[in-house]
């Protein structure tokens, strides 16, 4: 069912976004008037501006690019039960060249209410070295700016969400496969790192499976 258009204006353009159904938002350390802002980290070409670009526009975009520098982000609206319409803003679209982007995550971690961190499912499935790697290293990095921002009880909500799962040939909604990836080594040690982070599993390939990943999501900002 397609979601309902609601005007949101970015950089002084109006524009018309999908509005989604999700739990109310209570942060207690940030003002309750002000915006959400959401941080959405993960290396190079695993999907951040994919979703960035659904969540404003309502729809997949035709071309999927490389981002090689920090662009500015968007906002988009969502509908809570009982609370009327919120607003997020994903401040910057940010690379994920490891080195050159540290800085700048760090930047936006720091400022979030919410951290997405997205990362190839389907690889750490496979026990592929590399993301494996890869994925360790960027949530050690992750849990020490959590870990200095909980003493200051100022630390963000972090999601982990593995996108990709439909490049897995075992992959199906029956729980088997988010068993898999929720038990791999970097992603259980990842999430107790962040605070008991959630995990979500999904794919991006079609503009149902990036609805039921932003559905998946959303359950968890709360």
């Not at 009982?82 to 400022?111: C, M, N």
């Not at 997205?118 to 994925?135: H, P, Q, Y």
């Not at 995990?199 to 359950?219: F, H, M, N, P, Y």
């Amino acid at each position: 069912m397609p979601f309902p258009l609601i005007p949101v204006a970015i950089v002084g353009v109006s524009i018309l976004v999908a509005a989604i159904t999700v739990p109310a938002i209570v942060r207690s350390t940030r003002k309750a008037l002000r915006d959400k802002s959401i941080a959405i980290l993960g290396r190079q070409e695993v999907g951040k501006s994919t979703l960035l670009h659904f969540l404003i526009e309502g729809k997949l975009p035709e071309r999927r690019e490389r981002t090689p520098d920090p662009l500015p982000g968007g906002q988009f609206t969502l509908q809570l039960p009982g609370k009327g319409e919120v607003k997020f803003s994903v401040p910057q679209d940010l690379p994920g060249h490891t080195i050159p982007a540290y800085k700048d995550w760090r930047e936006a971690f720091e400022a979030a209410d919410f951290v997405w961190y997205l990362f190839r499912s389907d690889l750490i499935v496979s026990g592929d070295v590399s993301e494996t790697k890869l994925v360790e290293e960027h949530l050690d990095h992750l849990g020490d700016w959590f870990e200095e921002l909980r003493s200051r009880n100022a630390a963000p909500k972090v999601i982990l969400v593995g996108v990709f799962a439909d490049r897995d040939a075992t992959y199906s909604d029956d729980g088997d496969f988010e068993d898999r990836v929720r038990n791999s080594t970097p992603i259980r040690q990842g999430s107790v790192k962040l605070g008991k982070a959630d995990i979500v599993i999904g794919s991006q390939v079609a503009k149902d499976g990036a609805t039921k990943l932003v559905e998946r999501i959303a359950r968890y900002l709360k």
